[in-house]
Nanobody, 116 residues
């Protein structure tokens, strides 16, 4: 069973930073080809934050690239999301995503709350 476990969420003030991490297990493949992050705020649809390959290529949600950065550890089974200059509108549940053999897997999410 593929499992994705996120950590690093929390409560921060506007302008602060958080570093999220997500580790995949039970994948049967190392490194995981594609891993990334989505988020969902109350009353809004789930949206792309950042997603990338093992080798650094990445796509970011609109306007997020200037503040967020996605990266992978050397094993290829952990993905990080560095979030700087956080804004209240960044508040939401952040979900780790992995794509293996064209199938998407999701973590349970980690809450990010940014106070004004």
């Amino acid at each position: 069973q593929v499992q994705l476990v996120e950590s690093g969420g929390g409560l921060v003030q506007a302008g602060g930073s958080l570093r999220l991490s997500c580790t995949a297990s039970g994948t049967g493949e190392t490194p995981v080809p594609i891993m990334g992050w989505f988020r969902q705020a109350p009353g809004k649809a789930r949206e792309l934050v950042a997603i990338g390959t093992r080798y650094g290529g990445a796509e970011y949600g609109d306007s997020l690239k200037v503040r967020f950065a996605i990266s992978r550890d050397n094993s290829g089974n952990t993905v990080f999301l560095q979030m700087d200059s956080l804004k209240p509108e960044d508040t939401g549940m952040y979900y780790c995503n992995a794509v293996i053999d064209s199938r998407a897997y999701w973590g349970k999410g980690t809450q990010v709350t940014v106070s004004s």
